[in-house]
């Protein structure tokens, strides 16, 4: 299994960036897909899920309608589109799979994820 986070970058506050998450090695249908953060001196967070059961959408109350997660299976891809920046969403973006079934709820708290992809750094200044 391969997961690999980009896109990341530095960016002002206000901007956008996208993430993108190239996987290989796994069966999309099995899995559910998160996205997770760290920044400076912090917890993980999750951040934003798909969950593969009903394709459902998750997003933390700190990112909820400014962050968009998608997924692409002819491109064996994941995003996360990240608008209105703030100084507080700088951190390492990290991709995760978990084997379907969890709720979203549950995926956000990224304890049982199965396979974590290595991060693309995203600072937002000014």
């Known amino acids: 299994v391969q997961l690999q986070a980009s896109g990341g970058g530095l960016v002002q506050p206000g901007g956008s960036l996208r993430l993108s998450c190239a996987t290989s090695?796994?069966?999309?249908?099995?899995?559910?897909f998160g996205w997770f953060r760290q920044a400076p001196g912090k917890e993980r967070e999750g951040v934003s899920c798909?969950?593969?059961?009903?394709?459902?959408?998750y997003y933390a109350d700190s990112v909820n309608g400014r962050f968009t997660i998608s997924r692409d299976r002819a491109k064996n891809t994941v995003y996360l589109q990240m608008n209105s920046l703030k100084p507080e969403d700088t951190a390492v973006y990290y991709c995760?799979?978990?084997?379907?079934?969890?709720?979203?709820?549950?995926?956000?708290?990224?304890?049982?994820?199965?396979?974590w992809g290595k991060g693309t750094l995203v600072t937002v200044s000014s």
């Open positions: 090695g796994f069966t999309w249908d099995y899995y559910s």
């Open positions: 798909i969950d593969s059961t009903d394709d459902s959408t």
């Open positions: 995760a799979i978990v084997r379907k079934g969890y709720s979203g709820s549950y995926i956000l708290r990224g304890l049982g994820m199965d396979y």
